[in-house]
């Protein structure tokens, strides 16, 4: 291989885009018009922003904000972007399978990129940014405080979260991914069987992006622990801000093994170690421990948020206080514990003894518990309500059933005799895509349905939401409830092509769902584009279009930078609903009012984000100066902010008076939206007193 | 075999016909799977399979019904005059949603621990005289060696009915996973390491040694027919044996090089005399020479070169460390275990013990040892 000083072994021959222009075979010719989509969607993103003159607010609102809103904003935007790039790649891959009757149109190398690709970034860059960009929003909202407890390291977190994404974005350009899966199992993922820049890409986009997310785990338990406004014990935290807390404590035990994992996996691959490698003792076991040690609590940090978000949509959209709050809370917290006792059952077929397995098996099993318990109480917070068939209900009704159906076939493959038989199959594939998607998926969803008018002030479309919620559910069944059938027939997983014929009509129904789940992206592009425009229409200035029962729908929507205008002193479990009940929800002192100290804006985060990708792009291609000089900026930036003048902004005491006293005269006087009206023009966020309760 | 045309008239009819007959579950196919165990260890498996679903279909069944039910009869504006806003709680339900499933995974997690036991991959199946195979995953291919038999078989697994059967198992090159479909469940293979595998065939038929472990281009050939034959065609099959005998020597030659591998192909079975004693020990012993091994002497990789790749040569009994196991049916040397609470590095740190494999006679507690 030529290495130059320059480039290190960078070439030509790695460059995707030139490929189209080779002659190339359709796999490549695939290949490589995907790396054009990527160019081209860059350039069409400069140019909008400088038709439009967006340069200067990118830079002085948004990439040096340090609020939570914005951050939040950002990572879901960030989600979204890599989500589009997921969901195209799962449909190419089910149109090859659907062909693939002894071979399909890609090269199996092509479609093994993808289905690394696809699993890296729906776990890593879809769903756990989306769900901490959700946190970013609600927690501090929801627990009355004026921003997270280290406003800059949540800003470095979503820097180190953007390496990662922005280097699997490169990797499709240049040079190409890795071909051993999301989980990239050594030795295969090793530099004697793939010296290309593939599992460096991995190693360096997974080992960035964690240190994000340990960051983001500090940083929330943190904020959890110490900013929660006078009255709010733990028992009267919004079970969403609870499951945030049992993800937080779950990231700052989980991410460790993985980065370390991650950095082992480098050493053997670029300083010749022999951790996981075939020779000299390498033992590739260490490396499914230690990867799934991670791997599974990371199952419960993508469903617990999940399930707070479905305990809150529950009770918002049934007009009905939570059902079994402690019980939720501590079957969150025994998801919790549970999740770290049984890593085991990933690997059954290991060959360790039935002792082990019978161990790791049981453990497995005992979480249906608690997860049974919480189905149970989100039925019963919807029984005897007035439940708004709304889209987050129409996402709760097909996460429930799904999600049962999901934990069910978890259940049958917790039992290591059965996991043997349909271990690596498209049995594997169908469970976890029948978790993750009716879980974390269409919870994320629901979330940004009920929260889209907090933060933007306006409601998004009734009717394109709930087409798109449809044709999730219904695309996600029709796509992988077939793959159970297949995986019990014998098809393995990872599989490019199968010489079976009894297979074929499963691939072309799945394909069908697949088509479905595009028609499903697409419907929710088109919801935000057709609730842009009619904005004003759809409008909420009161910030509760739901009838909220949690502290942030008593803001403005959008909410101002400084949440509140008085830190709330809450008295219940339900604080915002009780006061609507009573009466109290808008009175307020205006002499308690003082001006606001706001932490300064930042280019710490900025910063890392780029430099973090040049020095991961660096090492991916052996460009050790560049390597040396961005982690030389990196650290340097980070111990000169020790040094640099720190000056907050003070937000006058009138100026925060004037906004909120608008609001709450406004609430005082507007007319109040009944529930049955809420999706209507007139619905402007301030809703009607609950009528008719017995209590 | 040549690549067949994206979208022949013949693949157009099959798809046809095939929509039109199912759908249905479950396709009965002639080859032996899951639905159509022909040996007891996949037939149990098979039975707690339907068990579980069964017991669990009772379980899951309630809250299907119930949330749509909920949803319907408390929906706003349906006419239901009950509204309790502010309930939270009773007593008696939030007893049954605990006692409920913690009653349904006691149960099921004492039929777990049962069949797990039962079901050990490493336990022996009843009868005498098992038929020892030592089966090696090469990139694409399955090679199943016979020692005592002295025939070595690629792309192909025959065993007689009735008798049971002893695998043991590695890889020569990254780790796979064996899947004996219509026999019995699978497990890992890694190279330098030994797992095993004990089946047997209850009728003649005709299953599949699947790879499962995606490993490169040629993943999808690993799967070649496992047959079961009676007791007088595997001695004709056997005796069938020609050609030039596989030797240490010339065993590299057998392994695909590197990125050649072609995708897609029907794999050729090719049945050998076997004229080394311990071609598995050697196998095994070339990832325990203590020194590194070039890139193009490891097979798999991209730039494998088997005149670089030469297996290790030197008398059987001095291939491997003489703590490595597995007793029982250990490397030429009869029935003991002499280390059975020690296995080779990494596996212990692991909790698994792929290396430090059980023999026939051992018990729980050495295995256990063995791990800790």
């Known amino acids: 291989m030529n290495e130059t000083f320059l480039l290190g072994r960078l070439s030509l021959a790695d460059i995707e885009p030139l490929k189209l222009f080779q002659n190339p075979d359709i796999s490549t010719a695939i290949g490589s018009l995907a790396s054009w989509v990527v160019i081209v969607g860059a350039i069409a993103v400069v140019a909008l922003l400088t038709v439009k003159g967006w340069w200067k607010p990118l830079f002085t609102e948004w990439l040096n904000t340090t609020d939570h809103k914005k951050i939040g904003i950002m990572y879901l935007t960030f989600a979204g972007v890599m989500f589009i790039r997921g969901v195209l790649e799962g449909v190419v891959m089910r149109a090859h399978l659907m062909t693939s009757y002894e071979g399909g149109f890609l090269t199996s190398e092509h479609f093994a990129e993808l289905f690394s690709t696809h699993g890296t970034i729906m776990i890593f860059f879809v769903l756990m940014p989306a769900l901490i960009g959700l946190m970013n929003l609600l927690v501090p909202l929801q627990i009355g405080a004026r921003d997270v407890a280290f406003p800059k390291l949540n800003q470095i977190s979503l820097g180190f979260t953007a390496v990662g994404g922005v280097l699997i974005m490169l990797s499709l350009v240049v040079g190409g991914f890795e071909t051993g899966g999301w989980t990239a199992y050594p030795p295969y993922t090793g530099a004697a069987f793939q010296p290309g820049p593939g599992p460096d890409y991995w190693v360096w986009a997974i080992g960035l992006s964690g240190v994000g997310s340990l960051l983001t785990g500090l940083n929330f338990a943190v904020t959890i622990y110490k900013m929660r406004c006078p009255g709010m014990t733990f028992m009267r935290m919004p079970l969403f801000v609870w499951t945030a807390l049992c993800t937080s404590i779950l990231l700052i035990f989980a991410l460790p093994p993985l980065t370390a994992v991650t950095l082992m996996q480098a050493l053997d691959r670029y300083l010749d170690f022999h951790f996981f490698t075939n020779d000299l003792g390498g033992n590739m076991m260490n490396y499914a421990n230690m990867f799934w040690m991670f791997g599974h609590p990371e199952v419960y940090i993508l469903i617990l948020p999940a399930f707070g978000i479905y305990s809150e949509i529950s009770q918002t959209y049934s007009g009905k206080m939570l059902y079994g709050y402690t019980s939720l809370v501590l079957a969150t917290m025994a998801i919790a514990v549970l999740s770290f006792t049984v890593w085991l059952h990933h690997f059954f077929t290991m060959g360790q003894s039935a002792a082990i397995n019978a161990a790791f098996g049981v453990a497995t099993m005992l979480i249906a518990i608690p997860t049974g318990v919480k189905v149970y109480v989100w039925i019963a917070t919807l029984w005897r309500g007035r439940v708004r068939l709304r889209t987050p209900i129409v996402y709760l009704a097909g996460f429930i059933v799904f999600f049962v159906i999901g934990g069910y076939t978890g259940v049958i493959l917790a039992n290591p005799t059965i996991n043997f038989a349909v271990h690596n199959s498209q049995f594997v594939v169908a469970h976890f895509h029948n978790v993750l998607l009716p879980g974390t998926l269409f919870a994320i969803l629901a979330g940004i349905y009920t929260w889209f008018p907090k933060f933007f002030g306006f409601r998004l479309d009734e009717t394109w939401s709930l087409r798109t919620a449809y044709l999730f559910v219904i695309g996600f069944a029709v796509t992988f409830l077939p793959l159970y059938v297949l995986g019990l027939m014998g098809y393995p997983r990872r599989s490019p092509a199968f010489d079976d014929p009894t297979f074929i ?104 984000a780029v430099f973090g990708t040049l020095l991961g792009f660096a090492l991916v291609f052996w460009i050790w100066w560049l390597a040396a000089l961005s982690l030389l900026v990196m650290v340097g930036y980070g111990i000169a902010l020790g040094f640099l003048p720190n000056r907050p902004i003070i937000v006058p005491a009138e100026e925060v008076a004037r906004v909120h006293k608008s609001w709450a005269d406004a609430a005082l006087g507007e007319r109040r939206t009944r529930r049955e009206d809420e999706t209507l023009p007139t619905n402007r966020g301030y809703a009607a007193p609950i009528a008719g309760a017995h209590a | ?335 003991t275990n002499p280390m059975a609470d020690e296995t080779m590095s990494g596996a212990a740190d692991s909790g698994a013990q792929g290396a430090g494999a059980k023999g026939s006679g051992e018990q729980e507690g050495d295995r256990m040892s063995g791990s800790e």
């Open chain 2, 1 to 335: 075999m040549s690549k067949p045309a994206l979208f022949s008239r013949q693949k157009i009819i099959t798809v046809l016909a095939l929509l039109a007959a199912c759908l249905a579950l479950p396709v009965s196919a002639a080859a032996a799977d899951l639905f159509n165990p022909i040996g007891p260890v996949l037939a149990a498996e098979a039975w707690h399979l339907v068990r579980v679903t069964l017991i669990g279909a009772f379980v899951v069944t309630p809250p299907l019904l119930l949330i749509v039910f909920v949803i319907w009869r408390y929906r706003i504006g349906g006419g239901s005059s009950s509204y309790w806003p502010t309930w939270e709680f009773n007593g008696f339900y939030e007893t049954a949603i605990w006692a409920g499933p913690l009653v349904v995974v006691g149960f099921l997690g004492i039929w777990l621990v049962s069949s797990t036991v039962e079901l050990d991959p490493y336990a022996p199946l009843p009868g005498a005289d098992p038929l020892r195979i030592d089966l090696v995953g090469l990139d694409d291919k399955w090679l199943a060696l016979y020692p005592d038999e002295r025939v070595a078989a690629l792309n192909e697994i025959v065993l007689p009915v009735g008798r049971p059967v002893t695998f043991r198992i590695t890889s020569d090159t990254v780790m796979q996973s064996f899947l004996p479909q219509g026999f019995a469940g699978q497990i890992y293979l890694m190279p330098g390491m030994v797992t095993e595998l004990n089946l047997a065939a209850s009728e003649p038929g005709e299953g599949k040694a699947i790879q499962t472990q995606y490993n490169g281009s040629g993943f999808a050939n690993q799967r070649v027919p496992m047959r079961a034959v009676s007791k007088a065609d595997f001695e004709t099959w056997v005796t069938s044996a020609s050609g030039a005998p596989l030797t240490a020597d010339r065993y590299p030659t057998l392994i695909s090089s590197g990125k050649s591998v072609q995708e897609f192909h029907a794999a050729q079975a090719v049945l050998m005399p076997l004229s080394d004693d311990c071609l598995f020990e050697r196998v095994v012993a070339r990832y325990h020479q203590n020194a590194p091994i070039p890139v193009a002497a490891q097979p798999g990789s991209p730039t494998y070169d088997p005149g670089a790749a030469p297996l290790p040569a030197g008398a059987c009994g001095a291939l491997l460390p003489a703590n490595f196991g597995p007793a029982g049916m250990a490397m030429g040397t009869g029935e």
């Open chain 1, 505 to 608: 009509p499963y691939v072309i129904v799945s394909f069908l769902g697949a088509v479905m789940l595009l028609g499903a992206l697409t419907s929710l592009i088109v919801s935000f584009v057709v609730s842009v425009r009619k904005r004003d229409e759809l409008a909420v200035p009161g910030g509760d279009p739901w009838d909220g029962w949690t502290l942030e729908w008593a803001t403005p929507a959008p909410v101002p930078e400084w949440n509140f205008a008085v830190i709330p002193e809450v008295h219940s479990r339900h604080a915002f609903g009780i006061e609507k009940m009573s009466g109290n929800a808008f009175s307020f002192e205006e002499s308690e009012i003082e001006a606001i100290e706001m932490p300064a804006g930042s280019y710490i985060g900025l910063a890392i």
